[in-house]
């Protein structure tokens, strides 16, 4: 009865918060409220804290108000990730298609490139400082608090990034990913209000003194006292029409700038002639009452525009005398203006200098557009009303949350001060992919405290990602043990010659006659992945030069090398320098760029030009999955190889070969599900070998272990309160390792739990069998190899049996 009254309560408790957790808020017009972390300077952006999936686990966002899609780092797994402050995200198989709506209000009407509608849904978000995202778009849990005391967990669309493209490395914002908070249709306070949750109102308040909050929704906004102005009809961002410039209440040269809002940019961007109009101006007039002026201070490299005083600048307030306050007017409203006093658009340097924080857009590819950054939006209220088709502004005090807002989230968030100078930088070094250090100083507001981060072993490393299919090669994912067998047999058995290319023959001879003949045109190679394109370009370039092949022969992957950066310098400087090749059957160098369809348009366009002028000396193979993505232009210049998926014959006989040489043992069912799988594709049919020969190998991972020993926890008999206390502790213990704790840490949790189990029922002496848990605890406890038998006889219990399998314990009688 006792039991039965236990779990009955167990049951109405979870129902009542699940309930709890999926009401929909009690007024439509509720809003949610998150604290704000970060500065314009040292660390230059500003952040949210937001729970995603089930469990929740938090992310750090960067706040941007000038793009529509949010999405996080992906183990994917990850081609390319920057350094963050929490694990990747691990997507649970909840893709979303290409026939979504979202996917289509993404791409636009008619832009997708899916070959079918239950395709994965793949984006691009490109960034004007030519930074960019490449990923598949999921859905997953987002628990919101709103500021009526309700709780709902809408599933929201956001992007699964496997490969980020930074311009500096340097200067990365130290986040999990993107919250989008544009216009369209795509961004999470889109989707809160299609179901119906909050209104498509979006604010921020950024404190110049670091920190600040973030809002959606509309029922706490201020009734009077904010300078309203229309967003231009038809455009995708938060542009307010032109503006005129002036300086200390004087007009200016500096007429019809395009005002732009986003809170993504760190600094504000004039567009280049307004921008030698502006620093003229500032330059002219930067001299305090008595006349004296700013030194340029040129070793500053802070930022392109610095001055030096007699002294080191402490802060803004130093340099008030030099700097007048400077005002767009808007021009195509009456009396609407933006007022930029010295703070929103200076900043003093870790060196006391100042600087100008407005810069050049023309140098980042903006044009004519006028970007005002969070230098310039720092204490105002800034409000996005997407419901009105307007953004408003007013000065504010953004160091707190405004009274009306004092009692929300003041348990479940902590929102820090901003670092110091001294302390961002050792933050800064810690974060650097080039660090080698195992503790690292972390600072929280008034208090900095020394946190040991965990080595984590690769070879006992058992978490379990999705692969998707991505732009990018797809890799094995479970990592392979320290021998000859970690070497990915995709690379291992790839075909050294063009004899050993058995599919595509009539395409493989052609190039070949080609080549003999010295006729070799630019090639490009399409068709679905694992089909043979790479291989055979790569075997017809060791046929061509041998041992020359690293000097003649430039391999690049657009999926890491993308930009047109990399077509003007790599690919240039190669094809314009002349090289001298010794033993080698051809003088004409080549350029191979493998899934050349994830190249920018830009990029594309610069190496046509490219080709067009060291067509004598270089021959160019393109090598892409969807030829429709690259431009008409290119193709021309270009002879077209479509290669088909392989045949199951093909497929089979490679892979015999490789089960041979491997001296694997695969049933003929085995071999047949593998085919069907690759679908033609042999890479993968591959790398689904490998990875399946190393879990194999591998045995049980820990986790396994965990959840095959929680069934039969139930089953013996003890204590009620011993049980719910073990159980419990197992699922502490699987909780942290979904999260990639470290695999040894975790087993020692686990040998404690259970010897606090023993001890509890040895107290009671409520067991009569304790030798054969006595059996079980020494099998976690004692250290043991792969494959390792003990054949002495342990117990009689089922419990025995079962831990044969668990924890390597021989056969019982």
Not at 254 to 268: H, N
Request: hydrophobic letters at 40%; one cysteine or more.
């Amino acid at each position: 009865m006792y039991l039965r009254a236990v779990v009955l309560f167990l049951l109405t408790w979870i129902a009542a918060a699940a309930y709890q957790h999926q009401k929909p808020p009690k007024s439509a017009k509720a809003s949610v409220v998150f604290p704000v972390s970060g500065n314009v300077y040292p660390k230059g952006y500003y952040h949210v804290a937001i729970n995603v999936g089930q469990p929740p686990k938090p992310y750090f966002f960067d706040i941007d108000t000038g793009s529509d899609l949010t999405w996080l780092q992906c183990d994917a797994p990850c081609l390319k990730c920057t350094p963050a402050p929490h694990s990747l995200y691990k997507p649970k198989g909840n893709l979303i298609t290409c026939q979504d709506p979202l996917c289509v209000s993404l791409h636009g009407p008619g832009i997708s490139n899916c070959r079918a509608p239950q395709e994965q849904c793949d984006y691009q978000v490109d960034y004007a400082d030519h930074g960019s995202s490449l990923g598949v778009l999921v859905k997953d849990s987002f628990p919101i608090k709103f500021t009526n005391g309700s709780v709902v967990t809408p599933q929201l669309a956001f992007g699964c990034g496997y490969n980020q493209q930074v311009p500096d490395s340097a200067h990365l914002p130290y986040v999990d990913g993107v919250l989008g908070l544009g216009i369209g249709k795509p961004s999470i306070l889109a989707q809160l209000r299609d179901m119906g949750l909050t209104k498509n109102v979006v604010g921020h308040c950024l404190s110049g003194k670091g920190g600040g909050f973030l809002f959606f929704g509309d029922d706490f906004l201020p009734k009077s006292g904010i300078v309203w102005k229309p967003v231009l009809s038809q455009s995708k961002h938060y542009s307010l029409g032109p503006a005129d410039l002036q300086f200390g209440g004087q007009a200016t040269n500096v007429k019809g700038l395009q005002i732009v809002f986003d809170s993504g940019s760190t600094y504000t961007y004039f567009s280049s002639q307004a921008y030698k109009g502006l620093v003229s101006v500032v330059r002219f007039n930067k001299r305090d009452l008595n006349g004296k002026q700013l030194k340029d201070a040129l070793e500053d490299k802070s930022l392109p525009l610095c001055w030096k005083g007699a002294k080191p600048f402490k802060s803004i307030r130093d340099v008030i005398n030099y700097f007048k306050p400077l005002v767009l007017n808007f021009t195509n409203t009456t009396n609407i203006q933006l007022q930029l006093r010295p703070e929103s658009y200076l900043i003093v340097t870790e060196h006391g200098n100042v600087c100008l924080g407005i810069l050049d857009g023309g140098e980042v590819g903006l044009g004519n557009i006028n970007v005002i950054g969070d230098i310039s939006l720092q204490d105002k209220l800034v409000i996005y009303d997407n419901e009105r088709q307007q953004v408003g502004w007013a000065p504010a005090n953004c160091d707190r949350l405004p009274k009306d807002w004092s009692i929300i989230y003041r348990r479940q968030f902590h929102c820090p001060a901003h670092a110091t100078i001294k302390e961002e930088r050792e933050r800064r070094n810690c974060r650097s992919p080039k660090s080698n250090s195992k503790r690292c100083r972390v600072v929280s507001g008034e208090m900095a405290e020394v946190v040991s981060l965990m080595d984590i072993d690769d070879d006992n490393d058992n978490s379990h990602s999705l692969k998707l299919n991505s732009k990018g090669k797809n890799v094995v994912v479970s990592a392979a043990p320290s021998d000859s067998k970690a070497t990915p047999w995709v690379e291992k058995y790839r075909p050294q010659s063009l004899d050993d290319v058995a599919a595509h023959r009539d395409i493989v001879e052609t190039i070949d006659r080609l080549a003999s003949g010295n006729r070799l045109p630019h090639l490009l190679l399409y068709g679905p992945p694992g089909t043979g394109k790479t291989s055979t370009v790569l075997a017809l370039a060791r046929k061509l030069y041998g041992n020359q092949l690293p000097n003649m022969v430039l391999e690049l992957n657009a999926s890491d090398d993308r930009g047109i950066d990399v077509v003007r310098q790599q690919i240039q400087d190669f094809a314009s320098t002349q090289s001298i090749s010794f033993g080698a059957k051809s003088a004409i160098k080549l350029v191979l760029l493998d899934e050349a369809d994830a190249m920018t348009k830009d990029a594309q366009f610069a190496l046509r030009r490219v080709i067009e002028k060291y067509t004598k000396s270089t021959r160019f193979a393109l090598i892409c999955n969807n030829v429709n993505k690259i431009i008409p232009a290119l193709q021309s210049r270009c002879t077209r190889f479509r290669f088909a998926p392989l045949d199951a014959v093909h497929v089979t006989e490679r892979l015999k070969h490789v089960i041979s040489a491997e001296e694997l043992d695969v049933p003929e069912n085995g071999l047949k599900a593998l085919v069907r799988l690759s679908n033609g594709d042999m890479r993968k049919a591959l790398n689904i070998l490998q990875e399946s020969e190393i879990k194999t190998r591998k045995g049980l991972a820990l986790v396994d272990i965990v959840r095959e020993v929680t069934m039969f926890v139930f089953k013996i008999k003890m204590p009620p309160d011993v049980r719910i206390h073990l159980i419990n502790e197992m699922a502490e213990i699987e909780y942290r390792l979904s999260l990639a704790c470290n695999d040894k840490l975790q087993l020692g949790s686990l040998v404690a739990a259970f010897t606090r189990a023993r001890a509890s029922l040895v107290a009671a002496g409520k067991i009569m069998k304790l030798n054969c848990f006595d059996k079980c605890y020494s099998s976690l406890a004692a250290p043991r190899k792969h494959h390792e038998v003990n054949h002495e006889k342990v117990c009689k219990w089922n419990f025995a049996r079962v831990s044969a399998d668990l924890f390597t314990i021989g056969p019982t009688t």
